[in-house]
């Protein structure tokens, strides 16, 4: 019988968060097994609710959303998008550096698959947000991991990103704030990435999903504001502050240096036209979101539930023996280390017992192509009764838990 594999050039593309152990979750499910899913920064099954004058808005003019419209977005929707950089200082973007996509991992595969040739290499930070790796794979690149360094608070270790330049470098990745260590950068870490892109004529890929979302005064600087002589291409979307995953909304500016890019850029409308628009009925809520009362920002705030969540996931997983969090001060996210007690020399096995065990799911760290078995991350989007339960027991299966 003639058979079909998977192409080759998903050999090495690795989607963890939701790959394997989430198909061992469904076969528990599936025998009534309630599961504590911490796998994905999904909000609503956490009781997030998108702001409902965002939702008004979508429904208001959903008649005129049944059309393709502009395959680089919607002139409204471009424009609140431009306000808003405004508002940020970013004054260097026309509308037409903006691009409106089916969410920020979408414009991720457009970004990179409209730049890389065959073994062009890309530095993605390790940890990562692991669909930068798997995109850089499918577009044919070479992913090269740089160091973000836990003993001072995950920042980039910026001498670990010019030992790996090399010839073959196009560009480079940063995720501030951070998923999955929560770690928010501050400028003089910005400066020393934009130096290095200066020097080395490197684009700068900054993905600032999370730009809203920080805790503790803690300040989100725009990557994009740092160097106006380098390339910098900047990302951020309705999912995370906005609640609203499930409208796959997102979109990317360009800033600075963008004469040297024109070969790209007509690449960039080229795979835009290719999928003919992005989702319309999402293109009507962003500039209700992106104007007016920011309602995240009451989560945020000391007695906000995301922080309280913060607060909890980082308190009781620091009071588990062998563990050890830095404290995030941005994103959803905290990304524990496990000491040498637990003898783990497979973190995959290690959350597939956790999850056969304890019926908690959490996304072990090579998923995150971290490159030690010794880190897992927490999604602390759960209710406090939940992420408690969670972190129980978590913290009764490491009681005796050894590899
Ligand atoms: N970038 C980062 C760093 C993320 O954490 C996520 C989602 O978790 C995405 C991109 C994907 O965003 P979107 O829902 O806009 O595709």
Same mark, same amino acid.
């Given at each position: %019988? ?14 963890? #968060? ?9 076969? +528990? ?68 550096? #903006? *691009? ?7 414009? !991720? ?14 530095? !993605?930070? %390790?940890?990562?947000? $692991? ?40 560009? #480079? ?41 920080? *805790? ?21 979307? +309705? ?14 500016? /360009? ?18 036209? %290719? ?10 809520? #962003? ?14 705030? $000391? ?56 019926? /908690? ?25 939940? +992420? ?9 299966? +490491? ?5």
């Amino acid at each position: %019988m003639k058979t079909f594999t998977k192409s080759v050039k998903l050999d090495n593309v690795c989607y963890d #968060i939701r790959g394997p152990v989430l198909d061992e979750a469904k076969r +528990l499910e599936e025998q009534g097994f309630n599961i504590i899913k911490l796998n994905i920064g999904n909000t609503a099954p956490f009781g997030f609710q998108t702001p409902e004058s965002i939702i008004h808005d979508i429904v208001l003019n959903m008649k005129d959303a049944q059309g393709y419209g502009d395959s680089q977005g919607q002139f409204p929707a471009r424009n609140a998008v431009l306000m808003d950089l405004q508002t940020k200082g970013l004054m260097d973007a026309g509308i037409d550096d #903006i *691009y409106i996509g089916n969410g920020v991992s979408e414009l !991720i595969m457009i970004t990179m698959m409209g730049l890389l040739n065959l073994n062009d290499e890309m530095l !993605i930070p %390790m940890p990562d947000y $692991p669909l930068w790796t798997a995109a850089v794979t499918l577009a044919g690149g070479s992913p090269v991991h740089y160091r973000c360094d836990e003993q001072s608070g995950w920042n980039p270790d910026l001498a670990d990103i010019r030992s790996k330049i090399s010839g073959k470098t196009k560009g #480079i990745v940063i995720i501030n704030p951070n998923n999955p260590t929560g770690a928010v950068y501050d400028r003089e870490i910005l400066e020393g990435v934009a130096e290095i892109a200066a020097e080395k004529g490197l684009i700068v890929f900054a993905d600032e999903i999370y730009s809203r979302i920080t *805790y503790d005064g803690a300040k989100y600087i725009p990557m994009a504001s740092i160097n106006p002589d380098i390339l910098t291409i900047s990302f951020d979307g +309705l999912s995370k502050a906005y609640r609203a995953p499930g409208l796959r909304c997102g979109w990317m500016s /360009l800033h600075g240096n963008k004469k040297c890019a024109a070969g790209y850029i007509e690449g960039l409308k080229m795979l835009t036209n %290719m999928r003919l628009c992005a989702n319309m009925p999402a293109q009507f809520g #962003i500039q209700t979101a992106l104007g007016g009362y920011q309602s995240i920002n009451d989560l945020l705030l $000391p007695g906000g539930r995301l922080h309280e969540q913060r607060d909890i996931a980082v308190d009781m997983v620091s009071r588990i023996p062998g563990l050890s969090v830095t404290v995030p001060k941005g994103a959803l996210y905290c990304f524990p280390k496990m000491d040498s007690r637990f003898n783990i020399t497979d973190d995959e096995r290690f959350v597939l017992d956790l999850l056969r065990e304890k019926h /908690l799911f959490l996304v072990q760290g090579t998923g995150f192509n971290w490159d030690m078995p010794d880190h897992f991350r927490i999604v602390f989007l759960p209710e406090k009764e939940t +992420l408690k339960e969670a972190i129980k027991r978590l913290g009764e299966f +490491l009681a005796d838990y050894r590899q």
